[in-house]
């Protein structure tokens, strides 16, 4: 184990290949399961599966004390209202200081955190405040997070496509476990027993991250300042016309389909369904998260962005779907296709970033991409309720439809994004 000083001095001689897995059960992949990258691997998903768990639990545990759904809508708004508006400065901390410092301390920050929350819900909320207060710390310290998230892919597998497929493939079970788990152990026990394992979680993450051995991280030029680091994040970005081109694009995309679709498409199902053909649906969409991760692990093609948005072809499935009464079985079976496409999609745009983009810049781009994209999903969501109210479901669910449908002709018809190649793979270290 070395210190956290050695990220950017001390080079790392590379580990030889590891013939299996730990486990001994057969044979693993040596360029994606590098002895960081499983050390990676176990602090990620023991991160998500926390993310995952506590809106549930907030929310379940704040119901359960008698209070209303307008309190647990303005909790959800200060876990992710700070996430939304520091995750820049995130990347350019990160930058500064390297990603995994700013992991740790973001871990160590949601560990007392969620100690405090423990208390409070086992102790009973005297003041919302409190809570309010705890809830902005843990959506500051995901901000911190969230960048060297993906900048530290490359610096810990060989293989960053198949390790994106392998973390893709852990998010999709991290989201649909974690709700799941936190609604049968509030359900069973206290929220605040809920928050002890989220503590735990973050405490397994830190201690991970804090046992990688890095080489060489490259940083900014000391002396510059903070804004002056954001400056040039900025200018990074947009330099690349395939990235801004990308991001512009899937703004649209996320305003007018992604963003309203989960709360249109419950606003159907519901009614028509169930409950249980809703979450089974979302089920489905799991599998085929899990589905297009696999694939993108084995498949590697010459123009990672153009594939990926062939695959985003699949989108307009669920939502014409549901717009032509079709039966819950071939909704799951749209779902499926859906899962697969935008889970393929999304491995190629992270490798495509973590590769094309130089790393002392990385993690200032990716706060960009991630600002400029995720955050604009919640302005679809909000929008959902009064379109609805003025178009009707049909045609919000038939535009989102066709805006898919033409988010991925433009991704294959914009020239910087069709033709952008694979970069090659670098050595580092295991």
């Not at 730990?22 to 991160?47: E, K, L, Q, V």
């Not at 003041?127 to 995901?142: P, S």
């Not at 960009?368 to 929008?383: D, I, K, R, T």
Request: net charge neutral; proline share 7%; with cysteine.
């Amino acid at each position: 184990m070395t210190d956290s000083s050695t990220d950017r001095t001390a080079p790392v001689p590379p580990s030889p290949p590891v013939p299996e897995d730990a486990s001994g059960h057969g044979p693993a992949d040596p360029a994606i399961w590098t002895r960081n990258f499983r050390y990676y691997f176990t602090a990620r998903s023991s991160g998500l599966l926390s993310w995952a768990m506590l809106p549930v639990a907030v929310s379940a545990g704040l119901l359960s004390a008698g209070y209303g759904v307008s309190t647990a809508g303005y909790a959800m708004a200060f876990l992710v209202g700070p996430f939304a508006g520091l995750v820049l400065f995130g990347g350019v901390l990160a930058d500064r200081f390297t990603a995994r410092r700013m992991m740790i301390a973001a871990d160590l920050a949601n560990l007392a955190t969620h100690v405090l929350l423990a208390v409070l819900f086992i102790r009973g909320i005297d003041h919302l405040w409190h809570l309010y207060g705890l809830l902005m710390v843990a959506g500051v310290a995901n901000a911190m997070f969230q960048p060297g998230a993906s900048s530290t892919v490359p610096l810990v597998s060989r293989d960053v496509q198949g390790a994106n497929g392998v973390l893709r493939i852990s998010e999709a079970f991290t989201a649909l476990g974690g709700p799941a788990l936190a609604g049968v152990l509030v359900g069973t026990a206290a929220t605040g027993w809920v928050m002890v394992i989220s503590a735990v979680a973050y405490g397994t993450s830190a201690v991970c991250l804090f046992a990688l051995r890095l080489g060489v991280v490259p940083a900014p030029p000391a002396g510059e300042s903070l804004w002056r680091n954001l400056v040039v994040g900025w200018q990074e970005f947009r330099s690349r016309d395939w990235l801004w081109g990308v991001i512009a694009i899937w703004m649209f995309f996320a305003v007018l389909c992604w963003g309203p679709q989960l709360s249109v498409a419950a606003g159907v199902i519901v009614p028509e369904h169930g409950a249980t053909a809703f979450g089974l649906l979302n089920c489905a969409f799991g599998a085929g998260t899990v589905a297009g991760g696999l694939l993108a692990i084995r498949f590697k093609p010459g123009r990672p962005l153009a594939a990926g948005a062939v695959a985003m072809l699949a989108y307009p499935l669920y939502p014409l779907g549901i717009v032509l009464d079709w039966p819950v079985w071939l909704l799951a079976v749209a779902q499926v296709a859906v899962g697969i496409g935008i889970t393929f999609w999304g491995v190629m745009w992270a490798t495509s970033v973590q590769t094309q983009v130089p790393g002392e810049v990385l993690n200032r781009v990716h706060a960009y991409e991630v600002a400029g994209s995720v955050g604009m999903f919640p302005v679809g969501s909000a929008l959902a309720g009064p379109a609805v109210g003025a178009f009707g479901t049909d045609k919000v669910l038939l535009v989102g439809a066709l805006v898919a449908l033409l988010t991925a002709a433009a991704l294959l018809l914009t020239r910087p994004i069709r033709t952008l190649g694979r970069a090659p793979e670098r050595a580092l270290v295991g």
